[in-house]
């Protein structure tokens, strides 16, 4: 699996610079992403891009559309393998609700249902699994979406560049004490609690999925901000739990402010924690940055606890036991 992941720079490069069609439509003010897992990381991705838009963006990790669609949605089902059945059934209720449709899969059932009614699909590389595909859906996603994207073709290759550079600081070419993303995997021990800023949810959910696919570990992610009014209270008892701080470089001036006082209740109560800060930058950098670093983390825990990441049998028991 680690082999996926090392290569994650020069797949986003490969996907952006492909040669594709791109999506033109106008005018689009309600955009629906839907996708389930490693596909719904996708989807809070780019919902995370949108977030400063006049656009009105929904994610979609379930069976079935809002009641808002019409004709004027832009409906993006994504499923790397392309036959997950939630969002076979968006696709499917898309298509019923006649909105507009672009449909991302590396094939499958998506792809197959898309030829047959002749809606816009476009391809994805799937390596190895739909987790460590990644990279290479979201950045053909950038390439063929770019026309209505509310961020430039440079922010898009500054991310890559990003990724290019703490490559060499996180992945398996340097196993030494200073890579972050294996320092935090020693680290853990326990179950963590993941805190995170508004803008920096999709990350922290990526992080969580990661950690529990690949390491098999039980996770929490919580709001900073929502917690402190009900989660934080669960630190009165002696937990079991470890809290990991997500913090953003931009944070809101009172989300900083919660990240000082947060940290003085943990030090007050000596419950040790764990930091990480985003880059500067743009969004997108700061997204990929953090999913790439934190991927790693899951990796990492998973070989130190000599677990393998990749079968992933519960899932599959319970796609075997239903319709
Ligand atoms: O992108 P797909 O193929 O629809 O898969 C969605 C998710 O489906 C789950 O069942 C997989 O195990 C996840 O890892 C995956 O991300």
Redesign the pocket.
């Given at each position: 699996m680690y082999q996926a992941y090392d290569s994650w720079p020069n797949i986003s490069d490969v996907a952006f610079k492909k040669k594709c069609e791109k999506i033109h439509y106008k005018g689009i003010k309600h955009i629906v992403f839907a996708?389930?897992?490693?596909?719904?990381?996708i989807s809070d991705v780019f919902y995370s891009i949108f977030s400063k838009t006049k656009i009105y963006v929904d994610v979609v990790k379930g069976y079935h559309l809002p009641h808002t669609v019409d004709n004027n949605t832009l409906v993006i089902p994504?499923?790397?393998?392309?036959?997950?059945v939630?969002?076979l059934s968006i696709l499917r209720d898309a298509k019923k609700k006649k909105c507009k449709i672009v449909a991302f899969?590396?094939g499958?059932k998506i792809k197959e249902f898309c030829r047959k009614n002749k809606i816009e699909h476009r391809s994805v590389p799937f390596i190895h699994?739909?987790?460590a595909?990644f990279a290479g859906?979201l950045y053909t996603m950038l390439n063929v979406l770019e026309p209505i994207l509310p961020i430039n073709k440079k922010e898009i290759i500054r991310s890559i560049e990003t990724l290019k550079k703490i490559n060499k600081k996180i992945a398996t070419s340097n196993l030494s004490n200073s890579n972050p993303s294996l320092n935090l995997a020693y680290w853990i021990k326990k179950s963590p609690l993941i805190y995170y800023p508004w803008g920096l949810e999709s990350p922290s959910i990526r992080f969580k999925?990661s950690l529990q696919?690949n390491a098999k570990l039980h996770v929490i992610t919580e709001d900073i901000i929502e917690s402190c009014h009900n989660g934080i209270v669960a630190w009165e008892k002696n937990s079991t739990i470890q809290p990991i701080l997500i913090q953003g470089e931009k944070d809101y001036i009172k989300t900083k402010e919660r990240w000082r006082v947060i940290k003085k209740y943990f030090k007050k109560n000596k419950i040790d924690y764990w930091e990480i800060n985003s880059v500067k930058g743009d969004i997108l950098s700061k997204m990929v940055s953090l999913i790439y670093q934190l991927d790693y983390t899951s990796i990492y825990k998973a070989i130190l606890t000599k677990t393998d990441p990749t079968p992933?049998h519960s899932?599959?028991f319970?796609?075997q036991n239903i319709e």
């Amino acid at each position: 699996m680690y082999q996926a992941y090392d290569s994650w720079p020069n797949i986003s490069d490969v996907a952006f610079k492909k040669k594709c069609e791109k999506i033109h439509y106008k005018g689009i003010k309600h955009i629906v992403f839907a996708g389930m897992g490693g596909s719904g990381h996708i989807s809070d991705v780019f919902y995370s891009i949108f977030s400063k838009t006049k656009i009105y963006v929904d994610v979609v990790k379930g069976y079935h559309l809002p009641h808002t669609v019409d004709n004027n949605t832009l409906v993006i089902p994504i499923s790397i393998s392309g036959n997950t059945v939630e969002t076979l059934s968006i696709l499917r209720d898309a298509k019923k609700k006649k909105c507009k449709i672009v449909a991302f899969s590396s094939g499958g059932k998506i792809k197959e249902f898309c030829r047959k009614n002749k809606i816009e699909h476009r391809s994805v590389p799937f390596i190895h699994t739909p987790r460590a595909s990644f990279a290479g859906t979201l950045y053909t996603m950038l390439n063929v979406l770019e026309p209505i994207l509310p961020i430039n073709k440079k922010e898009i290759i500054r991310s890559i560049e990003t990724l290019k550079k703490i490559n060499k600081k996180i992945a398996t070419s340097n196993l030494s004490n200073s890579n972050p993303s294996l320092n935090l995997a020693y680290w853990i021990k326990k179950s963590p609690l993941i805190y995170y800023p508004w803008g920096l949810e999709s990350p922290s959910i990526r992080f969580k999925n990661s950690l529990q696919e690949n390491a098999k570990l039980h996770v929490i992610t919580e709001d900073i901000i929502e917690s402190c009014h009900n989660g934080i209270v669960a630190w009165e008892k002696n937990s079991t739990i470890q809290p990991i701080l997500i913090q953003g470089e931009k944070d809101y001036i009172k989300t900083k402010e919660r990240w000082r006082v947060i940290k003085k209740y943990f030090k007050k109560n000596k419950i040790d924690y764990w930091e990480i800060n985003s880059v500067k930058g743009d969004i997108l950098s700061k997204m990929v940055s953090l999913i790439y670093q934190l991927d790693y983390t899951s990796i990492y825990k998973a070989i130190l606890t000599k677990t393998d990441p990749t079968p992933i049998h519960s899932i599959n028991f319970i796609k075997q036991n239903i319709e």
